[in-house]
């Protein structure tokens, strides 16, 4: 069992930055393959991006891209996601995933964090 842990949401106004944490405990992430997801309000929950095992790959959902940066430290067990240049259409709860596949389906990730709001007023 994989238990994660997410930080760094808040407020902010569009144009700013903010880097979300996720925090691992119960085993390493090396051996995971990482994904973050936001649910917008009365939205399905949707894909964000996802970094492989090694930090090598990563991949963004078209709209992040250029604006949103994976990474991972496996030897602090924690990913990170970069967030820059928010709009109010980046709002949601942002939810970390461990999966063994870097994948965009949501159906593809077996541990998810309990979430962190993120809400970007105009």
């Known amino acids: 069992q994989v238990q994660l842990v997410e930080s760094g949401g808040g407020l902010v106004q569009a144009g700013d930055s903010l880097r979300l944490s996720c925090a691992a405990s119960g085993r390493t992430i090396s051996g995971y393959a990482m994904g973050w997801f936001r649910q917008a309000p009365g939205k399905e929950r949707e894909f964000v991006a996802t970094?492989?095992?090694?930090?090598?790959?990563?991949y963004f959902a078209d709209s992040r891209k250029g604006r949103f940066t994976i990474s991972r430290d496996n030897a602090k067990n924690t990913v990170y996601l970069q967030m820059n240049t928010l709009t109010p259409e980046d709002t949601g709860v942002y939810y970390c995933?461990?999966?063994?596949?870097?994948?965009?389906?949501?159906?593809?990730?077996?541990?998810w964090g309990q979430g962190t709001q993120v809400t970007v007023s105009s």
């Open positions: 970094i492989s095992r090694s930090g090598d790959y990563t």
């Open positions: 995933a461990a999966g063994y596949y870097t994948t965009s389906r949501a159906s593809g990730y077996n541990y």
